[in-house]
T-cell receptor
Framework: QQQVKQSPQSLIVQKGGISIINCAYE??????FPWYQQFPGKGPALLIA?????SEKKEGRFTISFNKSAKQFSLHIMDSQPGDSATYFC???????????FGAGTRLFVKA | ETGVTQTPRHLVMGMTNKKSLKCEQH?????MYWYKQSAKKPLELMFV???????ENNSVPSRFSPECPNSSHLFLHLHTLQPEDSALYLC????????????????FGEGSRLTVL
């Protein structure tokens, strides 16, 4: 019930292409869904986040799509760039308990 | 200094050594965390401290001993470690509040890369 399942484990995309990473959760108590981005040698940092009362949130080239009934959400990176190459973690938070549950991560490599 | 600072960035130790990892946050947050990052489990929560009190110990072996003297500092004392403990140890902080809009966003340090020989 506490798990967040993330796929794929790794992803290779051509420059300019669309990168898509998917996550699914079980616990309906989660009410905040952030994505963290981690570059080599750095700690993860918040990239974009969504609450379950909206179906989509866009910030620049990054979009979260959220399907509450299916308990799934995904990150879309439009016009992917080599500088986007990093590990991406989805997460689910129960803000009442402030517990963040992370997915297993996706290593993205964008080929120039 | 800003954000979350971890020292040392790299540490090599033998199985009989005793060493400590240090974390300091300059964000005024009230919660601090230790995470272990390895190839097997990318982000594994170890300990949580809230207002200096330990609120979570995620079944971590006793060879890892956390210490939180105040809301800004967190230590992880290491002794008689095993080679499988080699990993990146990440410290994070957050502001835990029940005020509307607070999300508990985690702010991570750059990590301490530990190698146990």
């Amino acid at each position: 019930q506490q798990q967040v399942k993330q796929s794929p484990q790794s992803l290779i995309v051509q420059k300019g292409g669309i990168s898509i990473i998917n996550c699914a959760y079980e616990n309906t108590a989660f009410d905040y869904f952030p994505w963290y981005q981690q570059f080599p040698g750095k700690g993860p940092a918040l990239l974009i986040a969504i609450r379950p009362d909206v179906s989509e949130k866009k910030e620049g080239r990054f979009t979260i799509s959220f399907n509450k009934s299916a308990k799934q959400f995904s990150l879309h990176i439009m016009d992917s760039q080599p500088g986007d190459s990093a590990t991406y973690f989805c997460a689910a938070v129960h803000t009442g308990g402030f517990k963040t549950i992370f997915g297993a991560g996706t290593r993205l490599f964008v080929k120039a | 200094e800003t954000g979350v600072t971890q020292t040392p960035r790299h540490l090599v130790m033998g199985m009989t050594n005793k060493k400590s990892l240090k974390c300091e946050q300059h964000l005024g947050h009230n919660a601090m965390y230790w995470y272990k990052q390895s190839a097997k489990k990318p982000l594994e929560l170890m300990f949580v401290y809230n207002f200096k009190e330990q609120t979570e110990n995620n079944s971590v072996p006793s060879r890892f001993s956390p210490e939180c003297p105040n809301s800004s500092h967190l230590f992880l004392h290491l002794h008689t470690l095993q080679p499988e403990d080699s990993a990146l140890y990440l410290c994070a902080s957050s502001q835990e509040s029940l005020l509307a809009g607070n999300t508990g966003e985690l702010f991570f340090g750059e990590g301490s890369r530990l190698t146990v020989l």
